[in-house]
Each structure stands twice: as structure tokens, then as C-alpha cells.
């Protein structure tokens, strides 16, 4: 297991690209197995989450070519005969679970691992298997895997209401809906730009999708999904992870390239209460720190909220700032596994039911503290940036699952971060 040595006190100055977004890239590589012939996408990050996904899409016979330099995959579906996805590798990353609806959208028939939860406690499902039915699908359970069957081959579709609304089972349901026989109707869908690139992505290889954006989605079923190209999304918390690391970071001067500051929905505005340096361009996000660091209370909401992916980094950020803070997440109670690993670097936090307290301002000390989840991971890098002294961060694993080269990113602008392999 590999961690990192962090030497703390520098300021990040300098210029990061953004890699392609991990959650926007998954939807389309399932979307692969719907279409007629080869579909290639662009922007994908060379993350283990897409490695594992790739050889989950593997199994079912579908031909997949990672061009790692140009960071191009092609997905080809015309080998699929294997309509499964087995627990070892759904258990590794649960958005294979998006194998339910491509395989249920491209051959009417799927036996999909259920996959497990995760650091933070249970992950359900409830909402894709009650959607899936709810567009024909008859769905048993075997051992730990869902079957699920469109009669006659293919799905007549129909109508959903989700509550709550959720990322997954949106994406499940489109894959499922856009070869369906009849029309189908997404109520409450989530409208995270992940779900609006790939209905985007979608209807330009033929789907008739409506509501793009919108919290109602219509899909009218369509017989066939040419080949051709999908175009990934940059990683917008990848995005707000580093504006918050250079808040955080007296002194600190870097400009983010490839961004796409849109998809940051409020985050934006409550990252402007910082009172920081902001400057937003085409493609470019430019953040200076500021002399003080307010603190700046958020809560967790479906998009265009403030992401849960990002409360864990606030909060970390808040331990710095001249005040009181609170972070809350209503979209997972449990997400706060990061804040006894903040303690034991002289974090001022404390945490009740959906909510971590801070009191800033502390001066961190480097310690040992350990990863659990991929956002906490990234907090204690953060962390470990503006502590006093060396911190180790453990088990950096669950970082490579979305974050890209994070510690040559963050070095090439003045952090100093080593790998070290245990
Ligand atoms: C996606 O997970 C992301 N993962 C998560 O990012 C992200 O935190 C989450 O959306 C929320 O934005 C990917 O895109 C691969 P949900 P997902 O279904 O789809 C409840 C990261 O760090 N729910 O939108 O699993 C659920 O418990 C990861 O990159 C049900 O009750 O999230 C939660 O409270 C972590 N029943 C809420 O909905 C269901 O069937 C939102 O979850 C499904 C979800």
C-alpha cells in the first residue's frame, strides 16, 4: 500500500490542469454497450475507477481500447454475449451497477451484482430496481445478483418518480429507457452535469431524450444508437477541490486549466463569501488567497447545491478559517470519517449526527492519519499541506480511484508531496 509524505507550510503557486471528470465518464462508457457499433470518448482520466470499469465492461465480450496518451477509450459492443457483472469487480466500484440498465437498454436482459456500501454506510439501490420496473423490467434477486429481464426482449418503458432524487439511479433509468419500445418518464431525475452530459452525448448518437437539465426527463425509445464520439466533462470536483486547497493556503496563486466553471452550480458563489482572489475565464479559474479566510458555514444539497463531494474539503479548509463554522450533508448523514483523522492533526472539530462543527483558527501538526473514502483522503492531503511539520497520509489507494497524478499535480505548483510505496 502506497502513502504519501507531505512536508507542510508552501504555498501553491502556479497552473493545474483539470482532468476529465471520473462521475461523467462512467455513464458514458456504459452507454457504449447501446450503440451500434464502436463509440469512442474523449477526456477520460487515467483513474483505477475507469480501469476497474473497463474490465467490467470486458466481461460481457464488449471490446474496450484505453488510449491512455491520447486519453481516448473506444467501447465496442459488437462482441457483447456475456450479460453479467460479477460481485468481484462490482464490489471494487459500485457504479457498475450502471451494467443493469446498458445491458437491460442494449439486449433486454441483465445479472448484475448488487454492490456493497461503502466507507461511509449503506449505498441502497431500492431507487434503480423500483425505476427499472417501473419501465417493464421484471426484476428477482439470485444470490447477491439482480436479474433483470425485459419481456419479449425489450423494455416497453414508463414512468418514475424518484425520491430522492439520485445521480445513479437517473443514469440507470436513461440507460435502460433510450431503446425501450414506448416512451418513458423520469420524474424528480437528478440534474447533475454528469446526467446532462450523457443525455447530451446521447441524443447526438440518436436518443431522443427531453428535459435535458431539468428535473423531468422524457425519453422517447428509439431502435438503434449510432457509433461515433462522446465527449467527457471536466472533473468539477476535482475543480472545487483545488480552489479550496489554494483558499486554505496563505499565499497561494495557482490558475486551474480546462475548467468548466458552470458546472460548479452554487459552489461558485459560496466560494466567493472567501473573499479570496477569483477570476473566472472561458476555460480558466484563477484563485489567490486572501489576507483573512472568513468562516463560511455550508450545507450539502442536490445539484446545483453545494456537492457532498466537496463537504469533506470545506471542512478541512474551515479549520483555518477566523471563526465558527458548520458543514451538514443531507445527502449522506454518515460522510464524516475524515474528522478523527482532523483531530489527531489539532483540528478543533466536532461532529453530531449530519454535521461536523469547527472552530478555527488551528495550527495543524503533522501526523499519521489514515484514508478511508476517495473525498477524505483528498481533505487530509489538504490537511497535510497547511500542517506544521510532516504528515502521513495512509492507504492513498482510495485516491487513485479519482484523482489523477494528485501528488505530481500538486508538487508541480510548489506542494511537496512523496509517494512512498510500503
Ligand atoms: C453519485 O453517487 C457519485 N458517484 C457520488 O460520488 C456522489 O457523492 C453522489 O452521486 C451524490 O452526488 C458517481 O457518480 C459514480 P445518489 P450515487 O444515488 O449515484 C440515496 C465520489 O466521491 N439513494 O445520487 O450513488 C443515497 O443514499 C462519489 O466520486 C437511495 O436512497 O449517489 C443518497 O442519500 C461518492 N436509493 C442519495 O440518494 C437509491 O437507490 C443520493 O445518492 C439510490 C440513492
Given at each position: 500500500?502506497?502513502?504519501?509524505?507531505?512536508?507542510?507550510?508552501?504555498?501553491?503557486?502556479?497552473?493545474?490542469p483539470?482532468?476529465?471528470s471520473?462521475?461523467a465518464?462512467?455513464?458514458l462508457?456504459a452507454?457504449?454497450l447501446?450503440?451500434?457499433g464502436?463509440v469512442t470518448i474523449?477526456?477520460?482520466?487515467?483513474?483505477?475507477?475507469?480501469?476497474?470499469f473497463?474490465n467490467v465492461?470486458?466481461?460481457?465480450?464488449?471490446?474496450?481500447e484505453f488510449d491512455?496518451i491520447r486519453k481516448?477509450?473506444?467501447?465496442?459492443?459488437?462482441?457483447?454475449y456475456?450479460?453479467?457483472?460479477p460481485?468481484?469487480?462490482?464490489?471494487?466500484m459500485?457504479a457498475?451497477?450502471?451494467?443493469a440498465?446498458?445491458l437491460?437498454?442494449?439486449?433486454g436482459?441483465a445479472?448484475?451484482?448488487?454492490p456493497?456500501?461503502?466507507a461511509w454506510?449503506?449505498?441502497p439501490?431500492?431507487?434503480?430496481?423500483?425505476g427499472?420496473?417501473?419501465?417493464?423490467?421484471?426484476?428477482?434477486?439470485d444470490?447477491?445478483?439482480?436479474i433483470?429481464?425485459?419481456?419479449?426482449?425489450r423494455l416497453?418503458?414508463?414512468s418514475?418518480?424518484?425520491n430522492?432524487?439520485?445521480?445513479?439511479?437517473t443514469?440507470n433509468?436513461?440507460?435502460a429507457a433510450v431503446?425501450?419500445r414506448?416512451t418513458s418518464v423520469i420524474?424528480?431525475a437528478a440534474m447533475?452535469?454528469?446526467?446532462?452530459?450523457?443525455?447530451?452525448n446521447?441524443?447526438?448518437?440518436?436518443?431522443?431524450i427531453d428535459?435535458?437539465?431539468?428535473?423531468?426527463l422524457t425519453i422517447?425509445?428509439?431502435?438503434?444508437?449510432?457509433?461515433?464520439?462522446?465527449d467527457?466533462?471536466?472533473d468539477?470536483?476535482?475543480?472545487?477541490?483545488?480552489?479550496i486547497?489554494?483558499?486554505m493556503l496563505p499565499g497561494?496563486?495557482?490558475?486551474?486549466k480546462n475548467t468548466?466553471?458552470?458546472d460548479?452550480?452554487?459552489f461558485t458563489?459560496?466560494?466567493s463569501k472567501?473573499?479570496?482572489?477569483l477570476?473566472i475565464?472561458?476555460?480558466t479559474?484563477?484563485v489567490?488567497?486572501?489576507?483573512t479566510l472568513p468562516?463560511?458555514?455550508?450545507?450539502?444539497?442536490?445539484?446545483?447545491?453545494?456537492p457532498t463531494?466537496l463537504?469533506?474539503?470545506?471542512?478541512t479548509?474551515?479549520t483555518?478559517?477566523?471563526?465558527?463554522?458548520?458543514v451538514?450533508?443531507?445527502?449522506y448523514?454518515d460522510r464524516?470519517?475524515y474528522?478523527?483523522?482532523?483531530?489527531r492533526?489539532?483540528?478543533?472539530v466536532?461532529?453530531?449526527d449530519?454535521?461536523?462543527?469547527i472552530?478555527?483558527?488551528?495550527l495543524?501538526?503533522?501526523a499519521?492519519v489514515?484514508?478511508?473514502?476517495?473525498?477524505a483522503?483528498?481533505?487530509?492531503?489538504?490537511?497535510?499541506?497547511v500542517?506544521?511539520g510532516?504528515t502521513e497520509v495512509?492507504?492513498?489507494?482510495h485516491l487513485?480511484?479519482?484523482?489523477?497524478t494528485?501528488?505530481?499535480k500538486?508538487?508541480a505548483?510548489g506542494?511537496d508531496?512523496?509517494r512512498v510505496?510500503e
Amino acid at each position: 500500500m502506497d502513502k504519501f509524505v507531505i512536508q507542510g507550510g508552501n504555498p501553491l503557486k502556479g497552473t493545474l490542469p483539470i482532468s476529465g471528470s471520473k462521475n461523467a465518464a462512467l455513464p458514458l462508457m456504459a452507454a457504449g454497450l447501446l450503440a451500434d457499433g464502436p463509440v469512442t470518448i474523449t477526456n477520460i482520466p487515467l483513474l483505477n475507477d475507469i480501469y476497474t470499469f473497463n474490465n467490467v465492461i470486458r466481461v460481457t465480450g464488449t471490446r474496450v481500447e484505453f488510449d491512455e496518451i491520447r486519453k481516448r477509450l473506444i467501447v465496442d459492443p459488437t462482441g457483447l454475449y456475456h450479460y453479467e457483472s460479477p460481485y468481484d469487480l462490482v464490489r471494487k466500484m459500485r457504479a457498475s451497477f450502471y451494467m443493469a440498465g446498458a445491458l437491460l437498454g442494449s439486449v433486454g436482459y441483465a445479472r448484475v451484482s448488487l454492490p456493497g456500501g461503502c466507507a461511509w454506510g449503506p449505498r441502497p439501490v431500492n431507487l434503480h430496481l423500483e425505476g427499472l420496473q417501473a419501465l417493464g423490467a421484471e426484476i428477482s434477486m439470485d444470490q447477491g445478483y439482480v436479474i433483470a429481464k425485459a419481456p419479449n426482449g425489450r423494455l416497453p418503458g414508463g414512468s418514475f418518480e424518484m425520491n430522492p432524487s439520485s445521480v445513479g439511479a437517473t443514469v440507470n433509468l436513461l440507460l435502460a429507457a433510450v431503446r425501450a419500445r414506448g416512451t418513458s418518464v423520469i420524474r424528480n431525475a437528478a440534474m447533475e452535469p454528469d446526467v446532462v452530459n450523457l443525455c447530451e452525448n446521447l441524443n447526438r448518437l440518436g436518443a431522443r431524450i427531453d428535459g435535458t437539465g431539468t428535473s423531468l426527463l422524457t425519453i422517447e425509445g428509439v431502435d438503434s444508437i449510432s457509433s461515433g464520439e462522446m465527449d467527457n466533462i471536466p472533473d468539477r470536483i476535482e475543480t472545487g477541490t483545488f480552489m479550496i486547497a489554494a483558499a486554505m493556503l496563505p499565499g497561494s496563486d495557482i490558475t486551474l486549466k480546462n475548467t468548466m466553471e458552470r458546472d460548479l452550480g452554487t459552489f461558485t458563489e459560496t466560494f466567493s463569501k472567501l473573499q479570496t482572489g477569483l477570476e473566472i475565464g472561458a476555460d480558466t479559474i484563477r484563485v489567490q488567497s486572501g489576507n483573512t479566510l472568513p468562516s463560511v458555514s455550508v450545507e450539502t444539497a442536490i445539484y446545483p447545491g453545494f456537492p457532498t463531494d466537496l463537504q469533506a474539503q470545506w471542512a478541512t479548509m474551515m479549520t483555518q478559517a477566523d471563526g465558527s463554522s458548520t458543514v451538514t450533508d443531507h445527502i449522506y448523514p454518515d460522510r464524516f470519517s475524515y474528522v478523527p483523522e482532523l483531530i489527531r492533526l489539532g483540528a478543533n472539530v466536532t461532529q453530531h449526527d449530519n454535521q461536523a462543527d469547527i472552530i478555527g483558527k488551528s495550527l495543524l501538526k503533522g501526523a499519521s492519519v489514515m484514508s478511508t473514502d476517495l473525498r477524505a483522503s483528498v481533505s487530509l492531503v489538504m490537511a497535510g499541506l497547511v500542517a506544521d511539520g510532516e504528515t502521513e497520509v495512509l492507504r492513498v489507494y482510495h485516491l487513485d480511484r479519482g484523482y489523477e497524478t494528485l501528488e505530481n499535480k500538486l508538487n508541480a505548483v510548489g506542494a511537496d508531496i512523496r509517494r512512498v510505496t510500503e
